[in-house]
């Protein structure tokens, strides 16, 4: 079962307290959902007042080398060294790589926060986790469980009484209908749509614009319209 904590009402960053010292956030992954978290978290209202845009972590020291980005890598996951004032988002969109990202910061003393865009919607008698990520225009409807270091990309859909496991990530575009549920550590591809009451295994991978009707064991590969094991 997910842990419950109460939703954090507001759509600005949640940090932990005290809050008068002005955290530093760090991104994990400079990648493209990472440069794509920067956008929503340099240009949120708690930007400069609750926390300042410090850099991104990466295991490829290059990986803005052919972008522009005031902030740069400030080294590999492995070796960065933790500061007091530092609080960290993971945007890594593979769910396993993010898990061991994650765990390996936190066995080192890394605090993660919760980033919610503003143009989210959220509804009533939603709990929610640490190191949430839920980006622009993102409904997130009544009644739902996200667990710890779920990513919801733009313009996704949850319905009412679905429940999302730990590490999982819903990439652009997609619905998690009515009562459904993911395990912990799902991908659900761009434009795919999981059918009310569908569970989907841990570890499983939805294919970009598949449809789900049917459950989803664990650690498979569905694909499709409608969705089946890829083989």
Known sequence: MLKSQPLLITTYIRLTPPLWILKKLIIVGAGGFGREVYQWAAKNP???TLFS?????DDNPDALQNYRYPLGVLGTIADYEIKSDDVF????????????CVKALQARGAKFTNLIHPSAVLGSNITIGQGIIICPNVVVSADIKIGDFVSIDSQSVLGHDCELGHFSHVATFSAVTGGSKLGQRVFVGSHSTV??????GDDAVIGAGSVVTKPVPPSITVVGVPARKLK
């Open 89 to 100: 988002l993971c945007a890594i969109g593979n769910p396993q790589a993010k898990e061991r």
């Open 53 to 57: 845009m410090k850099g991104f972590l």
């Open 195 to 200: 059918l009310p009451t569908i569970t989907v």
């Open 46 to 48: 708690g930007n400069n």
